[in-house]
């Protein structure tokens, strides 16, 4: 027997604990109770401190308010004091007591991180002379002892708790900054001091305590402990359950769940690893059970799990930190993450019901009694609809609700929709009886209808309430009325039976009915609700809205057992001393999942700061188009090459913190020469996909190992395989620089639909023609032919651009021309030449908006450019500060070599047809030779 099918390959569930604490939490555990006591006291501290911080009264009150620069500084003394007790030196190091030398280091670490803070108060700064804030970049002796400690200290806890690869990539770049005057060529720069260096590093915001940590600190903080906490009142094990309740059935149903169910403890765990083991101990013998292969349930697992980071709204650590670096808010980072996310997840559904129809799999038994096979399609498309009418139904509808101006208008809206939902009801739904078809328009409806009264009932009721209250008043009434809501849920979910966590080997497994599963719950919805709608709706902060989250799910956990035990007439006698218990739990839970995140992010500083002491990456941009010959596609690919190496030994935070510094500009320099304009949040969520795709990818993917030991299967051909199933989650960032549409940029609510639709229906043609698999066996052709039909509807303007040039070549004279006669809100591209940073010359292409109608110098007056004709040339005469031609690249003395303006241009939809006709050949081919095979097999 080989030992990928060898059973005593797979880890028991105390080795697999172990497995999650050496990667997330640190994999030591002192027998020592004082020893215990203090690092979790240390970490309660931490939770708590983070908490306070974020509090709004915090300010109110005027007591322990810190600013973003002293709470850095304190975030990272914890980080490091715990890094140094929790993760052993070595393999061989004692895991059961923290030797001498850890203690050293922990202490020391702490102190050179807390220097920051306690240097720059007004008490220390008037023993020692001056604060750290009164002498910018002048450091002293005391300061670069401090620094040079501290980095090496640094560099050190970083290899505990990430390995070795982060600590070597932070090493090379702190080496280059000193060996910058010998480096070869086009590398060389003119060096600085070892003082500047220790300032620019360690002391300053620009190395270890620049952005990277300070997201660390102000946002992502909160949201694990969110996660931590939410976890720890029973919500994994509850979203578990739902997706196999609604989805364990179905063929392949174990898998199916297991991807749905990873998706939901997504918004617990960003830690793909914790996901996996997680969700993976329970979901991986069942998906074995019905007869899924070692390595195709462990890589099923690690495919679903990994994208738990790329789904709105609670995504991985990486997308706050694209709320500093692209500046736009966390709103606008979860709408352009929105459809590329549900898209990748629905294709991986798919994927998992194409190797169940190879196999002729079959779904689990229920508990209660059957249901007709028929009705499977059903119970996933109210589970699918609801979660995205809820989900991504909620900008939409706000949209159109902010449109109705007045209360009435608003109240008319809501009482019409509450009128359909009950017609649908009476009339179709409950009448439809074994019509299927009737039956799954109007649960449709019914669903998004409901989703549509829940948001509109909320805000108008939220503002009703300013409206009479006024602002001092309402957060009072609205926690008071939360409270209401989460004290009825309560007792509608103690009328249900608690969710015991299932052995997943046990011999018998049947499937609990969806409605009691659902309902035994619900409460822990409205946290996540509350995060939801604070952040999409009221538009609050990230760390506001990860706030009022855990403050309510603290709430929670403190009351829900004696609430369930008086709603069910039980006991109430010790409940809230184990209520309290499981609080404190939650919260060192939270801090030490941090540990990592807070080092991984401190040591990315050592990077961005040696990257801008020593402008390597305006070097690293002429290297990067050298190599790609200044071809866009050729830059994309190597930047994911360059994502997946460096992700095999970083986390995916560390890993997009390095390539968006070094690339982003990159691509979107290169973009601009190419005469394609590429958004900056496309090029960073282009990065944070390839990063977290790392995490799958052989020979390190360590999710892939994680999975393999709970399965039992060969690690690297499980990583082959979630690589293979990954590759739909490979191809969406290709497809959304080239197509911005997918992001969502610049689209109308009722285009955002239709690109959802067109863009799934791609990602599931595309799928089916990557498994070789339709409605039957695939042939070679079909298969290919389905991926051109994929690549069209995704990008139909590719095929229209060959056909119908896009843009028409005019003179530079003719620039003032073309920009009187164009429209109102018409884009003219203009292609310039001029010189770089550094002198070099410098060809791209530049978008000119023009606004309301009038002469052609007016219009580009307004645009923010000045043009002066000299002859035939037209030369950039001035770009006004801080305009948007400034921001567009227009500068002074550059000259204009081409015009182009918009093209009478056919829709580009137009492809749809042949690709659609080209779509039903294949079909109707496929179904022509599934119907045979039925036949011959009833034959036979």
């Known amino acids: 027997m080989s030992e990928q099918n060898n059973p005593s390959t797979q880890l028991s569930n105390d080795e697999l604990e172990d497995l999650v604490a050496s990667t997330d939490t640190g994999g030591r555990q002192p027998t020592n109770q004082a020893v215990v006591k203090l690092m979790a006291g240390v970490a309660l501290f931490w939770s708590l401190l983070q908490i306070w911080y974020s509090a709004p009264f915090s300010y109110a009150l005027g007591v322990g308010v810190f600013n973003s620069g002293e709470m850095r500084s304190i975030h990272l003394a914890i ?158 094990n509850y979203f578990i359950k739902v997706a196999f309740s609604l989805m364990g059935h179905l063929r392949g149903g174990p898998a199916k769940a297991a991807v749905v169910a990873s998706g939901m403890t997504g ?32 890589a099923v697992e690690v495919a679903s799990s990994v994208n738990g980071q790329i789904m709105p709204p609670v995504m991985g650590a990486a997308a706050f930190l694209m709320v500093e670096y692209v500046n736009i808010p966390y709103f606008d980072v979860v709408k352009h993450a929105f459809i590329p996310a549900v898209i990748s997840y629905i294709a991986l559904v798919y994927i998992v019901h194409l190797e169940a129809m190879k196999k002729g799999m079959e779904g689990l038994p229920r508990a209660g009694e059957p249901k007709p096979a028929k009705w499977a399609a059903i119970s996933f498309l109210m589970s699918a609809t609801g979660i995205l009418a809820l989900a991504g139904g909620v900008y939409w509808i706000m949209e159109a609700w902010l449109a109705l101006e007045s209360n009435i208008a608003r109240l008319l809206a809501v009482v019409g929709i509450v009128a359909v939902q009950l017609i649908l009801k009476t009339v179709y739904f409950n009448k439809a009886g074994e019509d299927v078809k009737m039956k799954v328009i109007s649960t449709f409806a019914l669903v998004l209808g409901n989703a549509v009264v829940i948001s509109f009932g909320i805000a108008f009721l939220l503002d009703l309430i300013r409206t009479h209250l006024g602002g001092t008043a309402t957060p009072y009434v609205v926690g008071m009325l939360l409270i209401a809501t989460y004290v009825w849920l309560a007792s509608r979910c103690a009328k249900e039976p608690d969710l015991e966590v299932d052995d997943p080997n046990s011999p018998i497994i049947s499937l609990p009915e969806p409605g009691p599963t659902i309902r035994s719950g619900l409460h822990f919805l409205l946290p996540v609700g509350v995060l ?87 070097v690293f941009v002429d290297i990067v188009e050298i190599i790609s010959m200044g071809q866009i596609m050729l830059i994309l690919i190597f930047t994911a090459i360059l994502s997946l190496i460096l992700g095999m030994g970083l986390p995916t935070t560390a890993n997009y913190i390095v390539v968006s510094s070094l690339l982003a500009p990159v691509i979107v320099e290169l973009g601009l020469e190419n005469g394609l304009i590429v958004p900056l949040i496309a090029v960073h969520l282009f990065v944070f996909y390839f990063g977290i795709m790392a995490d799958v990818t052989p020979p390190v993917g360590l999710a892939s190992f994680a999975a393999a030991a709970v399965s039992g299967g060969d690690p690297i051909r499980t990583g082959f395989v979630a690589f293979f199933y990954s590759l739909r989650t490979a191809l969406l960032p290709f497809l959304f620089i080239f197509n911005t549409d997918l992001l969502l940029i610049d689209v109308t609510p009722m285009e955002g639909v239709i690109v959802f639709i067109v863009a799934t ?110 002859g035939d040339e037209v030369i950039v005469d001035n770009a006004t500060y801080d305009s948007p031609a400034q921001n567009a690249g227009f500068d002074f003395d550059q000259k204009i070599l081409t015009v182009l303006v918009p093209a009478a241009q056919p829709a580009k939809e137009l492809f749809y047809i042949p690709a659609l006709l080209l779509l039903g050949l294949i079909i109707l081919l496929q179904r022509r030779r599934m119907q045979a095979q039925g036949l011959n097999a009833a034959t036979a």
């Open 79 to 236: 980080a490091i004091g715990l890094a140094f007790m929790a993760y052993p030196a070595f393999k061989m190091s004692p895991r059961r007591r923290i030797p001498l030398a850890d203690w050293v280091l922990a202490i020391m670490g702490a102190l050179c991180a807390f220097y920051l803070f306690l240097f720059n108060t007004e008490f220390v700064g008037s023993i020692v002379g001056t604060r750290l804030s009164d002498r910018p970049n002048a450091a002293n002796t005391m300061d670069v002892i401090v620094a040079c400690v501290g980095i090496l200290l640094l560099l050190e806890a970083t290899r505990r708790a990430l390995g070795p690869p982060l600590m070597v990539v932070a090493m090379i770049f702190l080496a280059y900054t000193f060996l910058g005057p010998h480096a070869p060529g086009i590398l060389a720069w003119k060096g600085a001091s070892f003082d500047s260096v220790a300032y620019h590093q360690w002391i300053s915001t620009e190395g270890v305590f620049g952005i990277a940590l300070g997201v660390s600190t102000d946002l992502v903080f909160l949201f694990v402990l969110f996660g931590a906490l939410l976890d720890k009142a029973g919500a994994g």
């Open 761 to 870: 229906a791609a990602m599931l043609l595309f799928t089916a023609g990557s498994q070789g698999y339709f409605f039957a066996r695939s042939k070679l052709w079909e298969s290919l032919a389905l991926i051109l039909i994929a690549f069209t509807l995704f990008r139909p303007g590719f095929w229209m651009d060959i056909a119908v040039p896009p843009y028409e070549e005019q003179a530079p004279a003719q620039v003032f021309q073309a920009a009187e006669n164009l429209p109102e809100g018409a884009e003219m591209r203009l292609i310039v030449e001029g010189l770089d940073d550094v002198g070099d010359v410098r060809v791209f292409t530049a978008i000119v908006n023009l606004g309301p109608a009038g002469s052609g110098q007016d219009r580009l007056f307004d645009f923010g450019l000045e043009l002066l004709e000299n």
């Open 267 to 298: 918004l617990i765990s960003g830690s793909s690893i914790a996901n996996v083991v997680t969700t993976g101990t329970f979901t991986i013998p069942m998906m074995k059970r019905v007869g899924f292969s070692r390595e195709k349930s462990g």
């Open 532 to 618: 939801i709608w604070c952040l999409m709706v009221e538009r609050l902060s990230p760390s506001l809205s990860a706030f009022w989250a855990v403050a309510l799910m603290i709430f929670i956990l403190l009351t829900q057992k004696h609430l369930f035990a008086m709603f069910r007439g039980e006991s109430t006698v010790g409940k809230l001393e184990e209520s309290f218990r499981d609080l404190i739990d939650g919260m060192i839970s939270g801090a030490r999942n941090m540990i990592g995140i807070g080092i991984a992010t401190a040591a990315a500083g050592i990077i961005v700061g040696a990257v801008s002491q020593t402008g390597v990456g305006s």
